[in-house]
């Protein structure tokens, strides 16, 4: 399966608790398309976040982030890392 990172933008002020809660909304119903969120960050001055995951496509990154109420603004593929 191939890796994505998604960027969201314009979470100003999120906090801890809630980037928690946006990313357990997406486990809870990730398996539907095949895909795995491995983690999440945030930086809430900027308002910036980013999600790992291994999906078959970004197509079903963005079906679940939309099912679960944050389409991501950005999908890039991580073909490779070290």
């Known amino acids: 399966m191939a890796r994505f990172m998604d960027v969201h933008r314009g979470m100003q002020g ?3 608790d809630e980037l928690m809660e946006a990313h357990q909304a997406d486990l809870a119903i990730e398996k539907e398309e095949g895909v795995h969120f491995e983690r999440a960050w ?3 001055e900027s308002g910036v976040v980013y999600c ?8 079903a990154v963005q079906r679940i982030h939309e099912r679960a109420g944050h389409k ?3 999908i890039h593929a991580v073909p490779f890392s070290v």
Do not use: C, R
């Open 14 to 16: 999120i906090t801890a």
């Open 72 to 74: 991501a603004d950005e």
């Open 42 to 44: 945030a930086d809430p």
């Open 52 to 59: 790992l995951s291994e999906a078959p496509s970004p197509e």
